[in-house]
């Protein structure tokens, strides 16, 4: 079993920067793919980024250019560099994990909030 804890968030204002942070721990695979999804209020989950073990990394078209996934040497921690931050990237994000045969694994989450 897998266990996600997330941090970094909190309130800036448009143009700034954050940074989150997901620390995988117990039963971690060799081959995973990890992310960051985001839940606005009224709206469905949907995926920022993701990144694989291998380092192949995707993007939502929202994010493209300004949010940067990467992680950590020893694979078990994933980051999210968000700049030039707007309104509508205000979310609740989720730290995602995956592997082959197990079931998904999701964070408590933590909030962004982006206001003048």
């Known amino acids: 079993q897998v266990h996600l804890v997330e941090s970094g968030g909190g309130s800036v204002q448009p143009g700034d920067s954050l940074k989150l942070f997901c620390v995988a721990s117990?039963?971690?695979?060799?081959?995973?793919?990890m992310g960051w999804y985001r839940q606005a209020p009224g709206k469905q989950r949907q995926a920022v980024a993701t990144?694989?073990?291998?380092?192949?990394?995707r993007y939502s078209n929202s994010v493209k250019g300004r949010f940067t996934i990467t992680r950590n040497n020893a694979l078990t921690t994933i980051y999210l560099q968000m700049d030039n931050l707007e309104p509508d990237d205000t979310a609740v994000y989720y730290c995602?994990?995956?592997?082959?045969?197990?079931?998904?694994?999701w964070g408590q989450g933590t909030q962004v909030t982006v206001s003048s």
């Open positions: 995602n994990y995956e592997t082959s045969g197990s079931p998904a694994t």
């Open positions: 990144i694989s073990n291998y380092g192949i990394t």
């Open positions: 117990g039963s971690v695979a060799r081959t995973w793919t």
